[in-house]
């Protein structure tokens, strides 16, 4: 990072992360640049460029492995060693930022993303694992291709008017993907290509905003229109598919002095299917499952509370849903998790969040969460999957000298992992602990995860004959040291 010099200023970043992962053949290995060059023509105005791009390889380990599995080896992964991919993505953006005036604000880009890359799938392994245990297949493995555009801008002004603030801007993109599957069998010689189709996506919206300030009063409201549309080509295509929503929200809140505030918040937002949703988990068109836009409006009532050696929050809200978008368990031949529209459904609950210092040094931070799932149909009520009614964590930190030490808790209750509500996975408590020490310009660090090794699952979906699960890793040490100069 260069800091300002001349008017300009120039930040880079250099990653490359590699792990062999827990399970076997989950390793990933990749590496990312990241450059931002600015100039600064006065206090007023500026412009920017950002470039960023990126390289990942990684094995796949997105089918789980039964308990008989597990039990012989904990590491066991339901993919294959020949399930891997390479994607590499580009994305930059060149911004202005400026005063009009000296009460109005003016920021607006243009970007584009590139992305290509490829994946592989072992069909005759999806099969058996998924489909039907007594498959015999060729040795079929799939390798899907993709490559996708995107290029778009966004404009935004913002006015300041005494206690009254008002933006408002558009933002739009086009972008397409192509999609190309080609087949491998061993001593077998294949020619052509599975498929080969593109789909075509524009998003356009418009937004306004205002907020109004009055001594402890505050008010947010805004409002969006935005038009999205699907279009598709390949050796089955159809016609272009539309949507056009309005999303809205209202926030309110009330400060009655520096210790105590009250809040509550109404917003309306949609979101389209995607692709995946569409085609039903198939990289291919065949039929469309739905095309349905799911729609929740959500309402938030909260107590902001502020003292010397606590601060806290409580939470309550309510998120009614219209053809909600819910997973349901199963995954498509694409790799992906399938959902389904819901026709009604809602999630509640009570989020509470407090930071205690009783004394120096000495830090409480705990979050805490309740909340109810349901999904409502003409025969039964379900609950969402992967959605644990309780969530905790709660940590303890303490610094002596040179010396930083904490604790934490993390325990999530049962869940369930497939939508009849069958099957579920029962909830866990993790301790972790760490503590680091800071030698001049160096900090060591050593930090434990799941100290007392207790068995615990992530998530599990339906095999073809019985449950599949993903096991955490069992404990684990990290070490690191952070240099600073």
């Known amino acids: 990072n260069s800091g300002l010099v001349n008017k300009f200023a120039v930040h880079m970043k250099a990653t490359?992360?590699?792990?062999?992962?827990?399970?076997?053949?989950?390793?990933?290995?990749?590496?990312?640049?990241?450059?931002?060059?600015?100039?600064?023509f006065n206090d007023h105005h500026s412009l920017d460029i950002l470039s960023f791009v990126g390289s990942s390889r990684n094995n796949q380990g997105w089918i789980g492995s039964?308990?008989?599995?597990?039990?012989?080896?904990?590491?066991?992964?339901?993919?294959?060693?020949?399930?891997?991919?390479?994607f590499i993505q580009n994305?930059?953006?060149?911004?202005?930022?400026?005063?009009?005036?000296?009460?109005?604000?003016?920021?607006?880009?243009?970007?584009y993303n590139w992305l290509s890359g490829w994946y592989n799938f072992d069909l005759d392994n999806f099969m058996q694992k998924m489909v039907d245990p007594s498959y015999i297949g060729e040795g079929e493995?799939?390798?899907?291709?993709?490559?996708?555009?995107?290029?778009?801008?966004?404009?935004?002004?913002k006015a300041y008017l005494n206690d009254f603030t008002i933006t408002g801007g558009v933002n739009g993109y086009t972008f397409n993907r192509n999609h190309i599957g080609t087949i491998t069998i061993p001593n077998v010689v294949v020619d052509g290509n599975l498929w080969n189709n593109t789909g075509y996506k524009n998003d356009f919206n418009a937004f306004v905003k205002g907020e109004y300030s009055y001594r402890g009063f505050n008010v947010v409201g805004n409002v969006q229109y935005r038009h999205a549309?699907?279009?598709?080509?390949?050796?089955?295509?159809?016609?272009?598919?539309?949507?056009?929503?309005?999303?809205?929200?209202?926030?309110?809140?009330?400060?009655?002095?520096?210790?105590?505030?009250?809040?509550?918040?109404?917003t309306q937002v949609h979101r389209e299917p995607t692709r995946s949703d569409m085609f039903g988990g198939e990289e291919n068109f065949i039929n469309l499952v739905t095309t349905q836009?799911?729609?929740?409006?959500d309402y938030e009532f909260g107590y902001n509370i502020t003292f010397d050696k606590f601060v806290g929050n409580i939470n309550l809200y309510y998120m009614d849903f219209d053809n909600e978008l819910?997973?349901?368990?199963?995954?498509?031949?694409?790799?992906?998790?399938?959902?389904?529209?819901?026709?009604?459904?809602?999630?509640?609950?009570?989020?509470?969040?407090?930071t205690?210092?009783?004394?120096?040094?000495?830090?409480?931070?705990?979050?805490?969460s309740y909340s109810i799932n349901r999904i409502e149909t003409d025969y039964e009520i379900l609950t969402h999957i992967m959605s644990p009614n309780w969530l905790v964590n709660q940590n303890v930190d303490y610094t002596i000298g040179n010396f930083n030490i904490g604790a934490n808790l993390k325990y999530i209750s049962d869940f369930y992992f497939e939508l009849s509500n069958t099957y579920k996975l029962e909830g866990s408590a993790k301790f972790g602990a760490y503590v680091y020490y800071t030698l001049g310009d160096i900090t060591f660090g050593l930090k434990a995860n799941n100290i007392f090794n207790k068995q615990s699952f992530s998530n599990g979906m339906m095999g073809a004959v019985e449950p599949l699960y993903f096991i955490d890793a069992p404990r684990t040490f990290f070490f690191d040291m952070r240099f600073n100069f």
């Open 326 to 354: 819910i997973l349901n368990g199963a995954y498509g031949t694409n790799g992906l998790p399938i959902r389904q529209s819901a026709a009604n459904s809602y999630r509640t609950g009570v989020e509470v969040s407090w």
């Open 356 to 368: 205690y210092t009783p004394v120096k040094n000495l830090v409480l931070r705990n979050t805490t």
């Open 66 to 86: 039964t308990m008989d599995e597990i039990a012989l080896n904990p590491r066991h992964n339901g993919c294959t060693d020949s399930e891997n991919d390479h």
């Open 141 to 157: 493995v799939d390798t899907y291709h993709l490559r996708h555009n995107m290029i778009g801008g966004n404009i935004a002004v």
């Open 16 to 40: 490359h992360l590699q792990s062999d992962g827990y399970r076997e053949n989950s390793y990933n290995n990749s590496q990312s640049f990241f450059i931002k060059a600015g100039y600064f």
């Open 229 to 266: 549309d699907f279009n598709y080509k390949g050796d089955k295509d159809f016609d272009k598919i539309n949507w056009d929503f309005l999303n809205w929200s209202v926030n309110a809140k009330y400060k009655f002095n520096n210790s105590h505030e009250l809040y509550a918040v109404a």
């Open 293 to 297: 836009a799911e729609s929740v409006i």
């Open 91 to 111: 994305i930059n953006k060149l911004q202005y930022k400026g005063f009009i005036t000296d009460n109005v604000r003016l920021t607006s880009s243009v970007y």
